[in-house]
């Protein structure tokens, strides 16, 4: 993404259209698009053809561009799993694994980030009606993965909102539940981690947006991304006003949710009522 980003500003600094720099790489206006967004890997070449053709001769310059592009064709962790994750939710896990700070809004279930083994292979398993196959092993997998960033990189913020619906909904097993609720409580301590659940009585208002994620880069000339997942495959939305909306929603949502030390007196009357 950022030596997508670079390269669409020096195309744009001279003035060159999409069209233009595709017919210099021998390809199409859609692959100049899906390389300045990130979202294609690089051939060492195109980006030679397109830095010349861009006026950058500096070698100190080129170089570092095409260390950016050998690091960016770097296989990811999660390409291990190969087909046992869709395409584009493998996208979405190096997006994340980019990031610098994740702001969450889950209204289904415990967002993946937070959930333990056990709720997550209920989840994956549908309250152990479907077969644990070597595809749901590799999605839990990946999922028990990505905590993992969260928990040792504390310079990684996620700041997570949860409807109530989600955190009550039964998931597996009553001690299922109840484990994945004192997790809960146990990673709202984390300095780095920042949990708040909107209550019953905020209405239905509070989940009518659905699901959503807003990622954050360290880099300064890269976007916010916000990321929509569906059944089938998700949504980035990067324009700015898109983004905007979303970032406006998710900071209502904080106002009418309950403060972090509320939500963990919420998490403790949950759990007791589990215990009863």
């Given at each position: 993404?950022?030596?997508?980003?670079?390269?669409?500003?020096l195309r744009e600094a001279k003035g060159i259209s999409r069209a233009d720099a595709a017919y210099k790489i021998r390809g199409s206006e859609s692959k100049i698009s899906r390389i300045e967004l990130g979202r294609v890997g690089f051939k060492t070449r195109d980006v030679e053809d397109l830095l010349t053709f861009y006026g950058v001769e500096d070698e100190a310059v080129r170089d570092s561009f095409l260390k950016l592009a050998r690091e960016a064709n770097e296989?990811?962790?999660?390409?291990?799993?190969?087909?046992?994750?869709?395409?584009?939710?493998?996208?979405?896990?190096?997006?994340?694994?980019?990031?610098?700070?994740?702001?969450?809004?889950?209204?289904?279930?415990?967002?993946?980030?937070?959930?333990?083994?056990?709720?997550?292979?209920?989840?994956?398993?549908?309250?152990?009606?479907?077969?644990?196959?070597?595809?749901?092993?590799?999605?839990?997998?990946?999922?028990?993965?990505?905590?993992?960033?969260?928990?040792?990189?504390?310079?990684?913020?996620?700041?997570?909102?949860?409807?109530?619906?989600?955190?009550?909904?039964?998931?597996?097993?009553?001690?299922?539940?109840?484990?994945?609720?004192?997790?809960?409580?146990?990673?709202?301590?984390?300095?780095?981690?920042?949990?708040?659940?909107?209550?019953?009585?905020?209405?239905?208002?509070?989940?009518?947006?659905?699901?959503?994620?807003?990622?954050?880069?360290?880099?300064?000339?890269?976007?916010?991304?916000?990321?929509?997942?569906?059944?089938?495959?998700?949504?980035?939305?990067?324009?700015?006003?898109?983004?905007?909306?979303?970032?406006?929603?998710?900071?209502?949502?904080?106002?009418?949710?309950?403060?972090?030390?509320?939500?963990?007196?919420?998490?403790?009357?949950?759990?007791?009522?589990?215990?009863?």
């Open positions: 993404m950022l030596l997508g980003s670079q390269l669409r500003r296989p990811g962790w999660w390409q291990q799993y190969g087909d046992s994750l869709p395409s584009w939710f493998q996208s979405y896990v190096g997006m994340e694994e980019a990031a610098t700070q994740l702001r969450v809004y889950e209204t289904q279930f415990v967002p993946g980030l937070l959930q333990t083994e056990d709720y997550a292979r209920a989840v994956v398993t549908r309250g152990g009606r479907k077969k644990l196959d070597d595809a749901a092993r590799h999605r839990i997998a990946t999922r028990m993965r990505r905590q993992e960033r969260i928990r040792k990189n504390h310079n990684v913020k996620l700041w997570v909102i949860i409807d109530e619906p989600a955190v009550r909904r039964p998931v597996g097993t009553p001690e299922v539940m109840r484990a994945q609720l004192e997790h809960l409580y146990d990673l709202s301590m984390a300095p780095n981690i920042t949990l708040q659940i909107v209550p019953f009585h905020q209405g239905v208002f509070a989940a009518e947006t659905g699901s959503f994620t807003i990622l954050r880069y360290p880099e300064y000339d890269l976007p916010d991304v916000v990321y929509v997942e569906q059944l089938t495959s998700c949504l980035f939305q990067e324009k700015r006003a898109d983004v905007e909306q979303y970032t406006m929603t998710l900071e209502w949502l904080a106002v009418v949710a309950e403060r972090p030390d509320q939500t963990r007196k919420m998490l403790q009357k949950m759990i007791k009522e589990l215990e009863e």
